[in-house]
């Protein structure tokens, strides 16, 4: 165990952790809103951010990007891929609930038939952009194959801020402050607006909430969407950090997002956030100790040690109940 070298430097290793869990945290929130309001574990969830990725990268080949363009521009092309991200894997997402999900609710399909459909789903939507990416993507400046797609960094990491001895990047701050807001939008969404007390009625009773008018096929196609809307930005933000995507890129991410959501209290908005969070810090310190690549068993390690002692999370809220 490599001590000194995570309380070393333990600051930094926390920022990097924060900024790292922000991608957790906001593909967390599709499953947590999903389970909130259906039960169900979508893990198709992981595809809509990996298509997310895709489409960003798509437009930005489109638009001719090859290298680091100046700031005015790069922030134009940032926006434009956070709309075209959000609106993909958004779009994604009410296909498949639409087209692999409904039919199956209307037949009262028992829970083991929906996660069956979920894997299926994922593995088609895996196998589609092996196939298809790579092809659109060859001879097009990026360097490609069918593991990995590069992808131009719009913006240079540049530290901002030196606090107790950890250098905070631009690209970190974005990161973790833009988690924040999205993760405030949609909760004062959920809370205050009336297509959020939709969602909270289906969540908490469906039948009661059909009795009182509310339209449970809209409320439930409103967090598919709202969950591939938070996985495209999430996808946007593993872009302009990370600058590779691939065509199984969703299928950890997916997963330990859904740790994430366990372990802030999967059906929790803020959960959700927490964990997200939580998680990517106990993965950078992880590696730290071991020096290996064992931050992955970590994750799942922390998932296996939440089922077993606290099997609602730390906050264990339902998105059923309302919050001052």
Sequence with gaps: MNFDALFGNLAQHTVDG????????LVALGYTLVYGVLRLINFAHSEIFMVGTFAILGTWS???????????????????????????SGATALTVERVAYRRLRRMNAPPLIFLITAIG???????????????????RGFSENRLVIGIPALLKQETVL????????????????????????????????????????????????????????????????????????????????Y??????????IG????????LGGIGNLRGALLGGLLLGVIEVYAATLTRSTWEDVAAFVVLVVVLIFRPTGLLGESLGKARA
């Design 18 to 25: 924060l900024s790292k869990g922000a991608i957790y945290a």
């Design 62 to 88: 489109l638009l001719g990007i090859t290298g680091t363009p100046s700031i005015g521009m790069a922030i134009v092309y940032l926006l434009i891929g956070l709309v075209v991200g959000a609106a993909a």
């Design 121 to 139: 789903v994922s593995l088609v939507l895996v196998e589609i952009y092996a196939l298809w990416m790579a092809g659109f993507f060859s001879g």
């Design 162 to 241: 030196s606090v107790a001895g950890a250098n905070i990047t631009n690209v970190q701050i974005i990161m973790v402050v833009s988690a924040l807001v999205m993760l405030y939008g949609l909760d004062q969404f959920i809370n205050r607006t009336r297509y959020g007390r939709g969602v909270r009625a289906v969540a908490q009773n469906p039948d009661t909430a059909a009795l009182m008018g509310v339209h449970q096929d809209r409320v439930i196609m409103l967090v598919f969407v709202l969950g591939g809307l938070m996985a495209g930005a999430a996808a946007l933000l593993w872009n302009m950090r």
């Design 243 to 252: 600058g590779i995507t691939k065509f199984d890129i969703g299928f950890v």
């Design 255 to 262: 997963l330990k997002a859904f740790t994430a959501a366990v």
